[in-house]
């Protein structure tokens, strides 16, 4: 399975960036696809995930400015960043489950830097 990002950039505080991931290869039947974020010197954390039945979760962090969204017929997933704040900024990666029983896929990340 092959995990691509696209997306990303540099933008200034309030500003509005997307991402989009596509998964391709042997695929199967995605459970879940979402996206990670590891600002500088910190863990990776969650930024919001959807599974196939369209549950979402959101960090909380996130909350009313960030939006998932998935188009399975694609394998793709979207992240529409609106508000971005310099507290936004890290490098963000995208997550497809394929199975609970074994590792999830990764995509190689993208860079957002929000400017103050």
């Known amino acids: 399975v092959q995990v691509v990002e696209s997306g990303g950039g540099l933008v200034q505080a309030g500003g509005s960036l997307s991402l989009s991931c596509a998964a391709s290869g042997s695929t199967g039947n995605i459970n879940a696809m979402g996206w990670y974020r590891q600002p500088p010197g910190k863990q990776r954390e969650l930024v919001a995930d959807?599974?196939?039945?369209?549950?979402?979760t959101y960090a909380d962090s996130v909350k009313g400015r960030f939006t998932i969204s998935r188009d399975n017929a694609k394998n793709t997933v979207y992240l529409q960043m609106n508000s971005l704040k310099p507290e936004d900024t890290a490098v963000y990666y995208c997550n497809v489950v394929t199975s609970p029983y074994r590792p999830p896929y990764w995509g190689q990340g993208t860079q957002v830097t929000v400017s103050s």
């Open positions: 959807i599974n196939s039945g369209g549950t979402i």
